[in-house]
């Protein structure tokens, strides 16, 4: 793409600013080091434009945007079932596996069925499960939906706090 301004602001390799003259110029500037004259942002007045080789712009870009890929990383959503009669052992395994996924970044959502005979009249015990696992992982978690009966099951969901 041709740079069709008269005026524009020169930066060298390294980033430093030349200073502002004209396309010609710059570009003359550009062929007498072997390189690319490259825009990098019209927004302003003058253009700034980089007399740097086209590949390694490229690269940087490819780099840039891999860097912002990898931190606007999507929030899984982790699930974790428990039984509403869950013995002491196991509970403490799904405790450690809620935490790993909160430390990991991902949101967890907790579910307990009360699908089998009386357990459906007893959904106290899993409401006594989430008020201790809330009170487990409260330093590094926070409640994002508050448990909650859904038919047969009660849910609730964590997410982890900012660091």
Avoid: C
């Amino acid at each position: 793409m041709a740079i069709r301004v008269t005026q524009v602001r020169v930066l060298d390799s390294q980033g430093s600013q030349i200073g502002v003259m004209s396309t010609a110029e710059a570009l003359d500037q550009a062929r007498q080091q072997n390189k690319d004259l490259v825009l990098i942002t019209q927004q302003t007045t003058p253009p700034v434009v980089k007399i740097i080789e086209l590949s390694k712009h490229k690269y940087w870009l490819q780099q840039k945007q891999a860097e912002q890929r990898k931190s606007a990383r999507q929030q899984e959503i982790k699930g974790v079932r428990l039984t509403p009669f869950i013995d002491e052992a196991d509970l403490q395994t799904r405790l450690r596996q809620i935490k790993r996924f909160l430390e990991e970044g991902d949101k967890v959502r907790v579910e307990v069925d009360f699908r089998r005979g009386r357990q459906r009249t007893k959904k106290e015990f899993g409401f006594k499960n989430f008020e201790r696992i809330i009170e487990e992982t409260r330093e590094f978690a926070e409640v994002e939906i508050e448990p909650k009966s859904i038919g047969t099951k009660v849910m609730m969901q964590l997410r982890p706090t900012k660091k």
